[in-house]
């Protein structure tokens, strides 16, 4: 299969605490993106790096890539309850744009 | 501007029925991709739509089969419905020029029970 893994599988912290999730992949690609989920809805898009670049932020979200290991993390600081979701890394086979999600990482912030 | 929208948003059928569900994308955006989502496998691609044509596709049986409108809305459609098709399926648009690097905007998902 080519879906990439994600770890942890579920994640369960405190407001006001940092979650970090991390992603690994298989393939070559172009760039990773990263996904949140609210429960069995639609996914939506958080932040998008490309292979070239190795870290980014957007306002609490902290994204790396490391295209030598395939691998990806994404941080989220000083969590809220509202941070609650499951989240996906995304990567697109190579010079298409057909997404190959991870597993994905349930997290939960309790108030 | 409007989000990507799908309906139905669910819908029951019985085994050995067919079902069509369909999207409408961002106004501009050509690209349109299905994904298939169960507990069991997770996130699948099923296929992608640019300019009406297939662009890619995924491993799934020939049940599965999709269309684009010069519009760009698209449609999707499952035949001889089985049990594991049960499922939420999501649609989304990306402006796409078919290089990879633009996000996708999901559309809130089709819920589809076969019974």
């Known amino acids: 299969s080519q879906q990439g893994e994600e770890d942890p599988q579920a994640l369960s912290i405190q407001e006001g605490e940092n979650a970090t999730m991390n992603c690994s992949y298989k393939?070559?690609?172009?760039?990773l993106q990263w996904y949140r989920q609210n429960s069995g809805r639609g996914l939506v898009h958080l932040i998008l790096?490309?292979?070239?670049?190795r870290e980014k932020h957007s306002g609490r979200l902290r994204v790396t890539l490391d295209t030598s290991k395939k691998s990806s993390s994404l941080l989220i600081t000083a969590s809220r309850a509202a941070d609650t979701a499951s989240y996906f890394c995304?990567?697109?086979?190579?010079?298409?744009?057909?997404?190959?999600f991870g597993t994905g990482t349930r997290l939960q912030v309790f108030p | 501007k409007a989000g990507v929208t799908q309906t139905p948003r669910y819908l029951i059928k019985t085994r050995g029925q067919q079902v069509t569900l369909s999207c409408s994308p961002i106004?501009?955006?050509?690209?349109v991709s299905w994904y298939q989502q169960t507990p069991g496998q997770g996130l699948q691609f099923l296929f992608e739509?640019?300019?009406?044509?297939?662009?890619n596709k995924g491993n799934f049986p020939g049940r599965f089969s999709g269309r684009q409108f010069s519009n760009s809305r698209s449609e999707m459609n499952v035949s001889t419905l089985e049990l594991g098709d049960s499922a939420l399926y999501l649609c989304?648009?990306?402006?796409?020029?078919?290089?990879?690097?633009?996000?996708?905007?999901f559309g809130q998902g089709t819920r589809l029970t076969v019974v």
């Open positions: 739509y640019f300019s009406e044509t297939q662009r």
């Open positions: 106004s501009g955006h050509r690209s």
């Open positions: 790096i490309r292979s070239n670049e």
């Open positions: 995304a990567t697109d086979l190579y010079n298409t744009d057909k997404l190959i």
């Open positions: 393939t070559s690609i172009n760039n």
């Open positions: 989304a648009s990306s402006r796409s020029r078919g290089r990879g690097n633009t996000e996708a905007f």
